[in-house]
């Protein structure tokens, strides 16, 4: 090959090889994100998109999911505060009493020629128009009682009085559907069904006004239309929230620690319930001085009432034995009566003497100070 030859072919080839150069470099800096379109050298060709993205995703749509980051972060920052507000709100209406009310309403059903009465304890209840009389109380969105209520469009509202904690508590638990809620309840049957509680501070008789949802709860607003009032001057049932109970466990604790629930009402399963909330509070060791003075003072107030008094071992042993049927449930948040269904050897009348004999027990140290059980040890 001629030397001029040569000399030009190198020339072409110094030239293709920084033609080359400028097409690859372009691409050696590309971001993350995207790469820039270059033409050929004749510059004839279509322009073509190289994406350099890990992810493969055209820049339009690499921005669209940047935003739905972006906007998935700022809902759960958003949820962040509302369950922080929330568990606020709770704590501040701990500080507002509460006016305990019974609903009541019935239906009657050809088929079987029966009516179906219900009753709900309700904590949420207020006044909202004088001209004309209007009230509103809350119900749990999807509850049996609202969609009987859709029905009935008329109800009863009770204002509990303060011995009528049994009431309260037990229009608090859920009723089973071939169960008749007032079979132990002492009352009549009203105008149009309505079942009417006996001994009620005041019955408010009303028609349905309207109702919506807020929240998880809905709002009902009932037009009253008739008032019966008790000629005895008692106090009201009021209740401050605490701990996030139960509303039955709510009245039950309050009327307990202020020594006004009826003696009558101060059963072994009341003893247990007490317990119960007390240990689900407090834990085991944190609750056993508010078990021992809350008994105490409540058999200081029905002290001519009382036959036996204040037993220390026998205390402590329903304590650990409540303790120990907490420690050992698999439901975190079972309520009371659950916890008794599942751990039904709690009411066996029995159970204290298959622990100790009646001589350890009738000892007055063991009433005064925790003497362990003498037949077999503690579970």
């Known amino acids: ?34 790469s820039w379109c270059r033409r050929s050298m004749q510059g004839s060709l279509p322009c073509k998109r190289f994406y350099a993205s890990s ?17 998935r972060r700022e809902e759960a920052q958003k949820e962040l505060v509302s369950a922080e507000t929330s568990e606020l709100f709770k704590l501040a209406m701990r500080k507002v009493p509460q006016q305990v009310i019974v609903v009541t309403t019935g239906l009657y059903q050809p088929e079987s020629r029966s009516w179906l009465k219900r009753g709900v304890t309700c904590s949420t209840f207020s006044s909202v128009s004088f001209h004309p009389p209007i009230i509103s109380l809350c119900l749990n969105q999807g509850s049996r009682m609202h969609n009987l209520l859709k029905s009935t469009k008329r109800f009863a509202v009770h204002i509990l009085a303060q011995d009528q904690v049994r009431h309260g508590i037990h229009f608090s638990k859920p009723a089973k559907d071939d169960q008749c809620q007032f079979e132990n309840i ?7 069904g309505l079942p009417i509680i006996l001994g009620s501070l005041a019955c408010l008789l009303c ?5 919506h949802g807020v929240g998880d709860h809905t709002v009902w607003y009932g037009t009253v239309t008739g ?3 008790s000629e005895t001057l008692q106090e009201p049932l009021i209740y401050f929230t605490r701990k996030f109970r139960s509303v039955g466990d709510e009245i039950f604790l309050k009327a307990f620690e202020d020594a006004t629930l009826p003696f009558e009402d101060w059963t072994h399963q009341a003893h247990l319930r007490m317990a119960w909330n007390y240990i689900k509070e407090h834990g085991k060791e944190g609750a056993v001085p508010y078990i021992k003075l809350g008994i105490q003072k409540f058999n200081e107030r029905n002290q001519d009432k009382v036959s036996t008094g204040y037993h220390e071992t026998i205390t402590m042993f329903f304590i650990h034995l409540v303790s120990d049927a907490i420690v050992q449930s698999v439901y975190a948040n079972e309520t009371f009566e659950s916890f008794l269904t599942n751990n039904g050897h709690l009411l066996d009348k029995d159970i204290l003497l298959q622990y100790y004999s009646i001589e350890t027990l009738h000892q007055e140290l063991a009433r005064n100070k925790f ?8 579970p």
């Open 227 to 229: 008032v019966s009032m």
């Open 207 to 211: 028609d349905s006004h309207s109702y």
């Open 186 to 192: 002492p009352h009549v049957q009203g105008e149009e």
């Open 371 to 378: 003497i362990p059980p003498d037949k077999k040890p503690l």
């Open 1 to 34: 090959m001629a030397a001029g030859t040569l000399t030009i072919s190198r020339h072409l080839t110094c030239s293709l090889k920084r033609s080359i150069q400028k097409i690859i470099k372009p691409a050696s800096r590309t971001t993350t994100s995207q």
């Open 55 to 71: 992810s493969s995703v055209p820049p339009d749509d690499h921005h669209e999911v940047l935003l739905q980051r972006q906007r």
